[in-house]
T-cell receptor
Framework: DSGVTQTPKHLITATGQRVTLRCSPRSGDLSVYWYQQSLDQGLQFLIQYYNGEERAKGNILERFSAQQFPDLHSELNLSSLELGDSALYFC???????????FGPGTRLTVL | EDQVTQSPEALRLQEGESSSLNCSYTVSGLRGLFWYRQDPGKGPEFLFTLYSAGEEKEKERLKATLTKKESFLHITAPKPEDSATYLCAVQGSNYQLIWGAGTKLIIKP
């Protein structure tokens, strides 16, 4: 158990809908990262937050957005969902931006 | 351009048959190289961080080494429970992690 929690574990929704994924980092970690992993694909970095502020952006679509709250938990919002958005979404956290990242168990999103 | 290449894509071994996985990288200003293990449907599990050429780290049947251009993950006398995808990532001067595609390791009993 890495100490990073993610909810929900599974999410099934329809195209065009909007969903919110939630992540709580390890105690003491200030950085949160979001990744997407499609079936049999590598990890795609989406976005990083550090202590409430956006630190870096990767291959994140405009339909996707994220934020980190004062209690350091983070939410990833996915809107106008498409079939191709079906994937595992992982959150990771680290003590200081750039150190070892510890991953949560992921949220499996299925868009029908 | 920063890049990480892992080889082979997949590796099938018999239980007890030692081997190595490779992670070749190109990065400006290496700050660290990370190895992770990922089981199907699970989040990557952190294994090692290596910071400079010549550094080695061990954990049970795994040993990671680093040169200026590549890293090896040596697996000694593997067991079926070592079956997983092993991911390599490098951190350059911009602090971002560049991930490899992974090596899928299958250990047959």
């Amino acid at each position: 158990d890495s100490g990073v929690t993610q909810t929900p574990k599974h999410l099934i929704t329809a195209t065009g809908q909007r969903v919110t994924l939630r992540c709580s980092p390890r105690s003491g970690d200030l950085s949160v990262y979001w990744y997407q992993q499609s079936l049999d694909q590598g990890l795609q970095f989406l976005i990083q937050y550090y202590n409430g502020e956006e630190r870096a952006k990767g291959n994140i679509l405009e339909r996707f957005s994220a934020q980190q709250f004062p209690d350091l938990h983070s939410e990833l919002n996915l809107s106008s969902l498409e079939l191709g958005d079906s994937a595992l979404y992982f959150c990771a956290s680290s003590v200081v931006g750039g150190n070892e990242q510890f991953f949560g168990p992921g949220t499996r999103l299925t868009v029908l | 351009e920063d890049q990480v290449t892992q080889s082979p894509e997949a590796l099938r071994l018999q239980e007890g048959e030692s081997s190595s996985l490779n992670c070749s990288y190109t990065v400006s200003g290496l700050r660290g190289l990370f190895w992770y293990r990922q089981d199907p449907g699970k989040g990557p599990e952190f294994l090692f961080t290596l910071y400079s050429a010549g550094e080695e780290k061990e954990k049970e049947r795994l040993k990671a080494t680093l040169t200026k251009k590549e890293s090896f993950l040596h697996i000694t006398a593997p067991k079926p429970e070592d079956s997983a995808t092993y991911l390599c990532a490098v951190q350059g001067s911009n602090y971002q992690l560049i991930w490899g595609a992974g090596t899928k390791l299958i250990i047959k009993p």
